[in-house]
């Protein structure tokens, strides 16, 4: 049970706090180490398909371990001064595992732009948040793109990470921070990464593989619950479209939230200059509009409630059988 109590305290943590600026955040020294590893690994395997499948692998090993290594490291050492402060400790690095308050925050920054008729500063805000080019979108483009990323990131940045901190605490959770950094650091399907960051975007694969479809199902459960939204059209559209991406995982949450707000998604996009012919998700009823931004992060947040509910609910069951 200590597990879950950490789980349900770091996650209140997350809702007051999040990540301000300017604080630091071991997410950032994950990325360090991907980085400097990358740059050391390329310099040591070859540069051909083989070498780079192989140095990618490595990659793909070392920086989860190293990541849960040194989250277990921690808490052993809090361990060592006091049962208490090892479960302080246990509740910050669980608040800062999760990411619904940045994330809510951040395209929030959008939707505000878009309000004081900025179009330019609204493309900014969403640069920060998407791997696509931002500069050829629209102003529909913009309110997409930052659905999108609300959408498909309630799994990875709240309902995956809870699930794994339900599971084994801060190391299992930064293990999969660990993942789900290096995909967004090196998944690509470009020249630059085509072998080298195919196993960690497996790997990303793997770990989502069920959270995505618990966030899928929670997103849902919120469109049934909550005034202007239409969980039938959620549960109907996330069945026909979830497979839409070539990801088995990045559909889930964004076939949900279309069908839960009437609009489409997803479809052609560029990324590093190239277009990329991606299907589209949903019926698309009407036009994405600039509220759509603040009613996906209302439903985004109900539905990391409702998880959080389940596996406070769950661990309680399974303390009391």
């Given amino acids: 049970m200590e597990l879950a109590m950490a789980a349900g305290i770091g996650f209140l943590l997350d809702q007051?706090?999040?990540?301000?600026?300017?604080?630091?955040?071991?997410?950032?020294?994950?990325?360090?180490?991907?980085?400097?590893?990358?740059?050391?690994?390329?310099?040591?395997?070859?540069?051909?398909?083989?070498?780079?499948?192989?140095?990618?692998?490595?990659?793909?090993?070392?920086?989860?371990?190293?990541?849960?290594?040194?989250?277990?490291?921690?808490?052993?050492?809090?361990?060592?001064?006091?049962?208490?402060?090892?479960?302080?400790?246990?509740?910050?690095?669980?608040?800062?595992?999760?990411a619904a308050k940045s994330l809510k925050t951040e395209s929030m920054k959008v939707y505000d732009a878009l309000q004081e008729g900025d179009e330019e500063k609204a493309k900014w805000a969403v640069s920060?948040?998407?791997?696509?080019?931002?500069?050829?979108?629209?102003?529909?483009?913009?309110?997409?793109?930052?659905?999108?990323?609300?959408?498909?990131?309630?799994?990875?940045?709240?309902?995956?990470?809870?699930?794994?901190?339900?599971?084994?605490?801060?190391?299992?959770?930064?293990?999969?921070?660990?993942?789900?950094?290096?995909?967004?650091?090196?998944?690509?399907?470009?020249?630059?990464?085509?072998?080298?960051?195919?196993?960690?975007?497996?790997?990303?694969?793997?770990?989502?593989l069920i959270p995505a479809r618990l966030a899928a199902l929670f997103l849902i459960g919120a469109a049934w619950l909550l005034p202007g939204f239409d969980g039938k059209r959620a549960w109907r559209i996330w069945r026909r479209d979830r497979y839409c991406h070539k990801s088995p995982n990045s559909a889930q949450g964004e076939a949900a939230c279309a069908g839960a707000l009437g609009i489409e998604l997803a479809g052609p996009a560029w990324y590093f200059g190239v277009l990329q012919e991606k299907p589209v998700i949903g019926d698309g009823t009407r036009k994405a509009v600039a509220q759509d931004i603040p009613e996906v992060n209302r439903l985004m947040m109900a539905g990391s409630w409702m998880a959080l509910a389940a596996g406070l609910g769950i661990s309680l069951g399974a303390l009391l059988l």
């Fill in 16 to 98: 007051w706090i999040g990540d301000p600026e300017g604080w630091w955040h071991p997410i950032r020294a994950i990325g360090w180490l991907t980085g400097s590893l990358e740059g050391l690994l390329r310099r040591l395997f070859p540069a051909g398909r083989a070498g780079q499948l192989l140095a990618g692998g490595v990659l793909a090993v070392l920086v989860p371990i190293v990541a849960g290594s040194v989250a277990a490291g921690v808490l052993a050492a809090a361990g060592r001064i006091h049962p208490a402060v090892r479960f302080l400790v246990m509740c910050v690095m669980d608040g800062q595992i999760l």
């Fill in 128 to 208: 920060r948040i998407v791997g696509r080019d931002t500069e050829p979108l629209s102003e529909e483009g913009i309110i997409r793109a930052a659905v999108e990323t609300v959408a498909e990131n309630t799994s990875d940045g709240v309902i995956a990470p809870l699930f794994y901190l339900f599971l084994g605490g801060p190391a299992l959770g930064f293990f999969y921070k660990a993942v789900n950094t290096m995909d967004s650091m090196v998944g690509y399907k470009n020249e630059k990464y085509r072998y080298f960051g195919r196993a960690a975007a497996r790997l990303d694969d793997l770990a989502n």
